[in-house]
């Protein structure tokens, strides 16, 4: 077995603390160059990454589901967004040095607290190639060094996004070093990077429950975890039915495979006989299947492919065409289902009620909670971050899209003109 004290993690995660504390000390400009090199050269090198993501994506086809696929794929248009976010992050204000809740004490101290960066970050991730990008971006703005281990199937294509980042990172002036990507595939290597406290501040998991679950119990250091979304959607007995068909459609469909999709669609039993036909129909016209308890059962009939929800399908993230069905008596009976049954991920509620929809903000325990809107917006892009490192469903320091403020801490700082203590 791999030693820690020989392994590429350990001996990466050194390298990127020795450059983390001069990564802090440069200049916004500096960081925000970088960005910008990247963005250009991502767009520029858009022949050469598809000639390596092709591949893996083929090879993943004989092994792989649908929904990992599709976040393995890497297209002109995908990467141009990635670009897009990049340049977006580097829009943004700086993070660091601001000083926040300046007070003047009675004995003339001023006393305030500082932003700064975490230090380094380490990021284990699943076969998701756009996340070596938008980590990277992200801890290069906020100031922090990072270490990416990324999954095996797409590991060559983060391979290539990591050192284009690598290269016009340290080509635009920022420290060498500030940015470490573990080459070798030896899970070995996942419990080295785990264990490497000593150089690592906060590390953040990005896949399913059982690596989240390895990460929580095997890590040293502070872990922020999240990204696993059983989601919900709540049609009220007030609900405006069209815009709900809408919001539903988008929630399931656009992109399934991500983890603010819907995966639960709730409908209030006084308009359970007139929403859940129309909206079968819509879905079964996409190609959702739909797992339906035993009320709705009948109001889907034949227009759309279903068939009867089981009990563990409520717990489950679909990442897929599915959705699970349920129809409720009231808001309380929502609200209880979305309780046992959510991952504190993205809650939706669409009804034209100020009551209802108050109530739902304030009970439905999430990172995101949406009124009148789908899930799908639960995203650091759309919330204005420009990326994420993830989407934290703790109650930490770090709870939904995690951008750059959530990958900085304070220091407090004390302004005095020779006062001492007595």
Known sequence: MTTTTRSEATEKAARARAASRRLASTSTDARNRALLRIADALEAETPRILAVNGPEVERGRAKLTEAFLDRMVLTAERIAGIARDVRQ???????????????????????????VPLGVIGAIYESRPNVTVDIAAICIKSGNAVVLRSGTDAHASSAILAEIVQREATEAGLPGGIVQFIESTDRDEVGALLAAAESIDLMIPRGGADLIRRVRDEAKMPVVAGGIGVCHTYVDAEADLDMAEHIVVNAKTVRPSVCNAMDTLLVHAAVAENFIPRIAAALGALGVTLHVDERAAPLVGDRAPSEPVLPE????????????????????????????????????????????????????????????????????????????????????????????????????IVLGTGQVRS
């Open 313 to 412: 399908d409520y717990d489950r993230e679909w990442l897929s065409l599915d959705c699970s069905v349920r129809v409720v008596d009231s808001l309380d009976a929502a609200l209880d289902h979305i309780e046992v049954h959510g991952s504190g991920h993205s809650e939706a509620i669409v009804t034209d009620s100020w009551a209802a929809s108050q109530r739902f903000l304030r009970e439905a325990d999430a990172a995101g909670v949406f009124v009148n809107a789908s899930t799908y917006f639960n995203d650091g892009g759309q919330f204005g971050l420009g990326c994420e490192v993830g989407v934290s469903t703790q109650k930490m320091h770090a709870r939904g899209p995690m951008g750059l403020r959530e990958l900085t801490s304070y220091k407090w």
């Open 89 to 115: 992050v580097a829009s943004l204000p700086d993070p660091l040095g601001g000083i926040e809740e300046m007070v003047k004490r009675p004995n003339g101290l001023q006393i305030g607290k500082m932003r």
